[in-house]
C-alpha cells in the first residue's frame, strides 16, 4: 500500500512562512491530482488546495488564496505547499491527499491516498 509522508510543519510566528512537503512511498506511484487538507483542534477536515497531474489547475480554499501556493515535484509524487503570511487561525494538522482521479476535488472521500499528518503551529 502506497503511504503519503508529510513533513515540514512546526512552529512559526503570524506573518511567517512555512513549506511542508509530501512524498510518496513507492517512486512508481503517479497520482494524477495531490492535494493537502487540515483539521484544527474541535474541528472537522478541511479542504486547503490541491493541483492536477501538470499542474495546470489548481483550486484553493477561499482561505488560502494568495497566501499559500501548491506546487508538484517534477517526479510527480511529490507535492509541496508554501504558506506565507500564516495566521493563527492556519494553525492545524495538515494532511497530504491523492488520488488517481483527475478530478481536482475539494471532498476528503474522493481521496483514496492519506498522509499521517503534520501539525502547523502558528503563534500570535
Known amino acids: 500500500q502506497v503511504q503519503l509522508v508529510e513533513s515540514g510543519g512546526g512552529l512559526v510566528q503570524a506573518g511567517g512562512s512555512l513549506r511542508l512537503s509530501c512524498a510518496a512511498s513507492?517512486?512508481?506511484?503517479?497520482?494524477?491530482?495531490m492535494g493537502w487538507f487540515r483539521q484544527a483542534p474541535g474541528k472537522e477536515r478541511e479542504f486547503v488546495v490541491a493541483v492536477s497531474w501538470g499542474g495546470g489547475r489548481t483550486s484553493y480554499a477561499d482561505s488560502v488564496k494568495g497566501r499559500f501556493t501548491i506546487s508538484r515535484g517534477s517526479a510527480k509524487n511529490t507535492v509541496y505547499l508554501q504558506m506565507n503570511s500564516l495566521k493563527p487561525e492556519d494553525t492545524a494538522v495538515y494532511y497530504c491527499?491523492?488520488?488517481?482521479?483527475?478530478?481536482?476535488?475539494?471532498?476528503?472521500?474522493?481521496?483514496?491516498?492519506w498522509g499521517q499528518g503534520t501539525q502547523v503551529t502558528v503563534s500570535s
Open positions: 491527499a491523492a488520488d488517481k482521479s483527475a478530478i481536482v476535488a475539494h471532498l476528503g472521500h474522493q481521496y483514496e491516498y
Open positions: 513507492e517512486r512508481s506511484f503517479r497520482p494524477l491530482t
